[in-house]
């Protein structure tokens, strides 16, 4: 079982950066693929960000492409997003997600693990 924990989540002015980090406890976590989703009031959660667990393959949602980085360290059990260029629009919940699955499937929204989300606030 991995249990993930969030952190790095706040108010931002548009335009601006954050990084995100999600923290991960299990042995396994280096064979797990990694991602972020978010969720906006009244919207449905969305696909944002993925990373795999070997060689560090990436997928990203158009929305976000060219603005959001994801990455991984697996000594320190942490997978991370860093949020250039922070649009309105980006305001959500962000999710960290994990699991033992290919990494077009987390892409369609499935996981294994969840975290419990922070807030992530861009103002115009």
């Known amino acids: 079982q991995v249990q993930l924990v969030e952190s790095g989540g706040g108010l931002v002015q548009a335009g601006g950066s954050l990084r995100l980090s999600c923290a991960a406890s299990?042995?396994?976590?280096?064979?797990?693929?990694m991602g972020w989703f978010r969720q906006a009031p009244g919207k449905e959660r969305e696909f944002v960000a993925a990373i795999s667990w070997n060689i560090g393959n990436t997928h990203y949602a158009d929305s976000v492409k060219g603005r959001f980085t994801i990455s991984r360290d697996n000594a320190k059990n942490t997978v991370y997003l860093q949020m250039n260029s922070l649009k309105p629009e980006d305001t959500a919940v962000y999710y960290c997600?994990?699991?033992?699955?290919?990494?077009?499937?987390?892409?369609?929204?499935?996981?294994?693990?969840w975290g419990q989300g922070t807030q992530v606030t861009v103002s115009s």
């Open positions: 299990g042995r396994a976590f280096s064979s797990n693929t």
């Open positions: 997600a994990g699991g033992l699955l290919a990494l077009a499937t987390m892409t369609l929204g499935e996981a294994d693990y």
